[in-house]
């Protein structure tokens, strides 16, 4: 898949199969109109383009609200969306700027001109240009003059979009692993940098691994202990993470703290990648550092029966 971050890297290609959105976290409605684009595509002997926006148009719009958290990055997103086939990703970045550009402007300036639109895989609801006042209904009437052919996708598909992306945030806040992975149609992922934290587990038997997460806008889930998969330097590994504030040890701040079993490496200043399988329990303030290694004993116990 070739990606692009501008419009002047684009070369504007001959039957261009088109569908676009933001497709925070790439879930499994997401997955089935990204399928109905490359099937289409292969059909039409034509070539498949995403077109996203970046930053999230979430995060410039209210850049100041402190609840705005996203299942995937660009990265993340990109990989996701490789792995379905697609041939080119076009990133457009999302300004205020941007978001004035008429309906008019958008289709014959981005989707006509800069792209060569032919096909373009659209829902009912999708609203595009400024005061989001284009949609299918306006492209539908000037298709002819647009000579783009539509393909809708059907309002069943669509309202199962509109509610997958806030089901998956709040399972994941509540714990509910399980859910999550399933409207995903894959395990939650996030990926961040090992760094020195006050290494108590190292003194009792259980090292782990203090992942800071760069991304201030991926969402991290609810805290607890968790069964996860830890992916370092091309190797998979089993392991238990902690998300939380340390509670036992007056920690301050949300840390997110993995024990890789059955591993002793150095890894500081490494980067690691954790998919989160399952929930194992809540949080807990534990009166005594024995009553937390016999917790974290069965916890690495449970892990493993988990992966």
């Known amino acids: 898949m070739k990606i692009y971050h501008s419009l002047s890297e684009f070369t504007p290609l001959r039957n261009a199969v088109v569908t676009s959105g933001t497709f925070d976290g790439v879930h499994l409605g997401h997955q089935k109109i990204i399928n109905r684009l490359t099937e289409i595509a292969k059909v039409k002997n034509g070539e498949s383009v995403v077109i996203t926006f970046w930053p ?13 958290k996203l299942l995937s990055t660009l990265d993340e997103k990109s990989h996701i969306l490789a792995d379905l086939g697609v041939d ?6 999302f300004t205020r700027e941007f978001s004035e550009l008429s309906s008019e402007k958008y289709v014959e300036e981005i989707l006509i001109k800069a792209i060569g ?14 005061n989001r006042e284009g949609g299918y209904d306006y492209l539908d009437k000037n ?16 309202d199962h979009l509109t509610i997958s992306s806030t089901k998956i945030r709040k399972a994941l806040e509540t714990g509910e692993i399980q859910i999550a992975s399933e409207l995903l149609g894959r395990n939650y992922t996030f ?9 108590l587990g190292r003194t009792i038997g259980f090292p782990t691994a203090n992942v800071h997460v760069m991304k201030k806008y991926k969402l991290i889930p609810s805290n607890g202990v968790y069964a ?19 509670p036992t040890v007056d920690g301050e ?6 024990h890789i079993l059955d591993f002793k490496d150095d ?8 998919e989160i399988v399952d929930f194992i329990r809540t949080e807990t303030k534990f009166d005594t550092l024995k009553e937390l290694i016999n917790q974290i004993y069965l916890d690495c116990e449970i892990a493993r029966i988990k992966l």
């Open 56 to 68: 999230h148009p979430r995060l410039v719009v209210s850049p100041s609200s402190s609840d705005i």
């Open 117 to 130: 639109t032919k096909t373009l895989v659209i829902g009912y609801d999708h609203r595009f240009g400024r």
């Open 267 to 274: 890894i500081y200043g490494e980067i690691l990648k954790v």
């Open 191 to 199: 990926s961040g940098l090992v760094k020195k934290g006050r290494q």
């Open 143 to 158: 298709a002819s003059r647009f000579k783009i052919e539509l393909v809708e996708i059907p309002r069943q598909e669509i």
């Open 253 to 258: 701040g949300i840390t997110q703290e993995v």
């Open 88 to 93: 080119h990703l076009l990133v457009l970045p």
């Open 228 to 246: 996860v998969y830890v992916y370092l330097r091309n190797e998979k590994f089993k392991g238990v993470m902690n998300i939380g504030e340390r």
